[in-house]
């Protein structure tokens, strides 16, 4: 069994700063790509940010040069650290690993999402 749990969700003002951290624990052998979606209220879920067990990473177009994605595979951990933010990044954010767990071969699993809400 895996578990992903996030942290580091809330309100910020607009041009504020959050750090997202998610934690992936359980019998886990390897992590291949971690990151980050989001989902605002009527509208689908979005890819934000992903990074490799190497390092690569993407970004959505409208979060380039913003938010920053990183990870610590020592720790299984995920971070996305967020600056300048707008309403519009608004959402539910999720974090998502694709895990190769004892017993599973490499699967998706996900947190519970953790609110941003970014307003003044």
């Known amino acids: 069994q895996v578990q992903l749990v996030e942290s580091g969700g809330g309100l910020v003002q607009p041009g504020g700063s959050l750090r997202l951290s998610c934690a992936a624990s359980?019998?886990?052998?390897?992590?291949?790509?971690m990151g980050w979606y989001r989902q605002a209220p009527g509208k689908q879920r979005e890819l934000v940010a992903r990074?490799?067990?190497?390092?690569?990473?993407n970004y959505l177009d409208s979060v380039k040069g913003r938010f920053a994605n990183s990870r610590d595979n020592t720790k299984n951990t995920v971070y996305l650290q967020m600056n300048s933010l707008k309403p519009d990044d608004t959402a539910v954010y999720y974090c998502n690993a694709d895990v190769w767990a004892v017993g599973v071969r490499f699967r998706d699993y996900w947190g519970q999402g953790t609110q941003i809400t970014v307003s003044s």
């Open positions: 990074i490799t067990s190497g390092g690569s990473t």
């Open positions: 359980g019998s886990i052998v390897s992590i291949n790509v």
